[in-house]
């Protein structure tokens, strides 16, 4: 399997605080759906935006594709985010005057290339949906939204930063099984922060945070579905 991106001794500090990430080092091979564990403030946003290209770390370097995104002017780094990178997070950040169907398009990236909107639509089960407005549409219909607009450009890396943080049991897993869904059918590389640990076990890799540092890495041979998993 090929590496998409190889994190090399990466530390954070921001200004006047404590180090928040520290040293870290590990690599995210394509198409692997991996899920990002850990107490709340031990860094894993701040890993997940470096990742992203949506931060600088301190020192360290990012490589996408063997190319140092550390090292990206402004220009460069808007232009890995509009063509490569999906994200999503815990709010929808859908626009509220714009139907579905045109919050959708806006993950269309200049570079032309993008998935076809009925068949995205019908994969996220938001066909009959597109001519409706955000204020209309129930938490879970909104990620899944989200999550259209966030891959319609083809992206090959999706960050999810907390995206099933503010949706219920049913919500959340079918949410995640769209997401295992997607990375099956389009070869989406996931990286997938999460607080739930019953979604990291349906992972194939599950990096444990800890104090800024990879505490725990674990390699899922045997990954639970979607059905498996109990919700405490
Ligand atoms: N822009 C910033 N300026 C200063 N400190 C920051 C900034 N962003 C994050 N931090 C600090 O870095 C630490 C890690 O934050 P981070 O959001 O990465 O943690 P997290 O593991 O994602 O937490 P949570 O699970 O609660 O989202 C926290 O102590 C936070 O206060």
């Avoid at 921001?14 to 107490?39: P, Q």
């Avoid at 269309?108 to 290339?113: D, K, L």
């Avoid at 674990?218 to 990954?223: F, H, L, S």
Wanted: hydrophobic share 40%; aromatic share 6%.
């Amino acid at each position: 399997m090929l590496t998409i991106l190889s994190v090399d001794k990466v530390t954070k500090q921001f200004r006047k605080h404590e180090v928040v990430l520290k040293n870290i080092t590990l690599d995210i091979k394509e198409g692997t759906f991996t899920a990002m564990i850990g107490a709340s403030g031990s860094g894993k946003s701040t890993l997940l935006n470096i990742m992203s290209g949506l931060l600088k770390p301190t020192s360290g370097s990012v490589l996408y594709k063997g190319k140092n995104l550390t090292m990206f002017d402004d220009n460069e780094i808007a232009n890995f985010l509009r063509n490569e990178v999906g994200l999503i997070f815990q709010n929808y950040y859908l626009l509220s005057h714009l139907t579905v169907e045109e919050n959708i398009n806006i993950g269309i990236s200049n570079t032309g290339r993008h998935y076809d909107l009925n068949e995205i639509s019908k994969v996220l089960g938001i066909e009959n949906l597109l001519r409706h407005f955000p204020s209309e549409l129930s938490g879970g219909q909104q990620q899944r939204v989200a999550i259209a607009r966030a891959i319609m450009k083809k992206p090959s890396i999706l960050y999810c930063d907390e995206a099933t943080g503010a949706l219920d049991e049913a919500n959340s897993k079918k949410v995640i099984s769209l997401l295992h869904r997607i990375r099956q059918q389009y070869g989406i590389t996931i990286i997938f922060i999460t607080h739930n640990h019953e979604i990291a076990k349906t992972a194939d890799r599950v990096i444990t945070i800890k104090d800024g540092m990879v505490y725990r890495d674990t390699t899922c041979t045997n990954p639970i579905s979607v059905e498996q998993m109990s919700w405490a």
